[in-house]
């Protein structure tokens, strides 16, 4: 396969599944994938508990995914899972002390990842990129 040949939108779904597959082979040991990763640091930057509704869309997952993505997550006791009193119908999750652990532990492999994978862009292209990503996200969202 020649990469220079290949199509923006076949660039953007290989280049995604890519870094995907490499964040699953640095979680993995620890009995993670990609989106579990995602949804431990997405509860670790909350103050509060949020709704399994908001937590899917935060990672971009529909609401019927979320719900064995918290099972599994519960079951490692790395996040709660509550019923507000109010609303029966709502589940809310949390991080536990756990998943804290878990996520400041990993928090650094990621990040070496990431300058990994990022080392032969320079920081205006990534600027360019992230802009680009910015616009064509947006852009799909209206759609």
Known sequence: MNIQDLTFSRLLHLTAQAW????DRRVKEDG???SSWMAIATLATQTAPVSQKELALALGLEEATIVPLV?????QQL???TQPPEDRRKRLVAITPAGTALHQQLA???EKLRNE???TISRDELIVAQRV????LKATEAK
């Open 117 to 119: 994978l990022l080392a």
């Open 108 to 110: 650094g492999e990621i």
């Open 20 to 23: 995907r597959q490499a964040i």
């Open 32 to 34: 993670l994938t990609t």
């Open 71 to 75: 099972d599994r997550l519960v079951k």
């Open 79 to 81: 996040v709660v899972r």
């Open 133 to 136: 990503l910015q616009k064509l």
